[in-house]
Nanobody
Framework: QVQLVESGGGLAQAGGSLRCSCA??????????MGWFRQAPGKEREFVAV????????FYADSVKGRFTISRDNAKNTVYLQMNSLKPEDTAVYYC???????????????WGQGTQVTVSS
């Protein structure tokens, strides 16, 4: 069992930066791939980024590539999403998720956090 708690969202101006964190409980954190997803009002949840259990492999949605960076610290049971050059269209609730497989499909993840709001003003 893994419990996930996101933090670090907030309000930023377009062009600014924010960093979201996701703290995990449980001793098996390092065995999971970790993903970030987001959901804007009236839209489906969409993939943002994923990182492999070792941290070596990462993959990004085209919409955030070059602006967002996913990383993890297995010693701290934490995964991060550094968001730079933010745009108003990045406004959404951001969720972290843990899964056994390195994938983009939200259905492939076993555990989810409660989400953290990110709002980008123009």
């Amino acid at each position: 069992q893994v419990q996930l708690v996101e933090s670090g969202g907030g309000l930023a101006q377009a062009g600014g930066s924010l960093r979201c964190s996701c703290a995990a409980s449980g001793r098996t954190f390092s065995s999971y791939a970790m993903g970030w997803f987001r959901q804007a009002p009236g839209k489906e949840r969409e993939f943002v980024a994923v990182i492999s259990w070792s941290g070596v492999g990462t993959f990004y949605a085209d919409s955030v590539k070059g602006r967002f960076t996913i990383s993890r610290d297995n010693a701290k049971n934490t995964v991060y999403l550094q968001m730079n050059s933010l745009k108003p269209e990045d406004t959404a609730v951001y969720y972290c998720a843990a899964g056994s497989n390195y994938r983009r499909d939200p259905g492939g993840y076993d555990y989810w956090g409660q989400g953290t709001q990110v709002t980008v003003s123009s």
